[in-house]
């Protein structure tokens, strides 16, 4: 896969590239309206995902993401705006835009009767391209060398996920989609799932849409993401966690000097080590004045908001 990665790379560094060539997926003022529904699947959202990203998709059902992932793919045809890939627009170019996509997009079909390694010929032969040396490569990535000649009949639903993964894999995309991939898995499942998207990104230099209810393995995963709600963007953008306004989190162990100094100040602690301060006092002179009070502190960082609470909090879930 070295020479994949080399042409992925000087794909996005080239000197003419222009304005889209980094930006491997476009989403450019989408708005739907599905007939005889009164409101609107997407109301003009707008999001891109650079080169070698990977980026969530968040939002509860009817969010809109199924819609966004189905004109990507040119399934779904937008009332207005449009979707590039690499530069290239799915609805003025759809077959030279989908060339560079592969994925999973609702529940993989196989031919139980085959093994793995027929099905992928199968499936690869629609499209007249077949390479056993890539084929090999792509299912060592996804773990299922072993497996590939026994008949996917006898698959778990992680293997033929797995499988699913490698046909979106052929042939050599430049970006995945993945609608819901590790939906029905058991925590190891999901596990090595994660690992597989993580190294695609870190040794092909993949560009990732990903679409899931887990905003653990979103987290874990995603460099950034973009929540719907109501067919609108409410939010795109890196998913380090944010900081909780004026509340930080203390440990010491002279927590009573601590509770003296901020009852001064007019802060509060509560037992578990988190201070909160009044809108007149910095943390670093709240810092300072510990320190003056002879409080030994062992470390002071912002309390952050995980991507759980700043989902549940921009899609208005979140319970009182």
């Given amino acids: 896969m070295k020479n994949l990665r080399t042409k992925r790379t000087a794909y996005c560094q080239r000197a003419d590239c222009g304005f889209n060539a980094c930006r491997m997926i476009e ?4 708005s739907k309206r599905y007939r005889g529904e009164a409101r609107q699947a997407l109301r003009e959202v ?3 995902v650079p080169a070698g990203q990977i980026v969530g998709l968040l939002g509860h059902n009817g969010a809109g993401k199924s819609t966004v992932m189905g004109i990507m793919l040119g399934m779904v045809y937008p009332d207005a705006g449009e979707v590039r890939i690499g530069g290239v627009s799915v609805q003025q170019d759809r077959t030279r835009a989908l060339r560079q996509i592969g994925a999973i997009f609702e529940a993989a079909v196989f031919y139980d009767y085959l093994t793995g390694w027929q099905n992928l010929r199968a499936l690869c032969s629609l499209s007249g391209w077949w390479d056993e040396r890539e084929v090999a490569r792509v299912l060592e990535m996804v773990n299922l060398v072993n497996a590939a000649k026994r008949k996917t009949g006898t698959y778990s ?3 033929r996920q797995r499988l699913a993964l490698a046909q979106a ?5 430049s970006v995945l989609l993945l609608d819901e991939p590790t939906d029905g898995l058991d925590p190891e499942g999901i596990r090595e799932f994660r690992e597989t998207v993580l190294r695609l990104k870190r040794e092909w230099g993949m560009t990732i849409l990903l679409n899931s209810h887990l905003l653990s393995e979103v987290e874990q995963t995603c460099d950034r993401c973009v929540i719907l709600k109501e ?3 409410v939010f795109d953008g890196v998913l380090s966690a944010r900081a909780k306004g004026r509340r930080f989190q203390l440990q010491t162990t002279s927590i ?3 509770d003296a100094v901020a009852n001064r100040l007019g802060a509060s602690i509560n037992k578990k080590g988190i201070v909160d301060l009044p809108a007149d ?3 670093a002179d709240f810092v300072k004045a510990l320190v003056d009070g002879g409080v030994r502190i062992d470390s002071w960082t912002a309390e952050k908001q995980s ?3 700043t989902y549940l909090e921009l899609t208005g879930t979140r319970k009182a």
């Fill in 256 to 258: 009573r000097e601590a």
């Fill in 27 to 30: 989403a450019v003022q989408l």
């Fill in 281 to 283: 006092l910095e943390g």
């Fill in 157 to 159: 639903h992680g293997m």
């Fill in 307 to 309: 991507l759980e609470e």
């Fill in 169 to 173: 894999l052929l042939p050599r995309p």
């Fill in 231 to 233: 067919g609108r963007k």
């Fill in 46 to 48: 707008s999001f891109e």
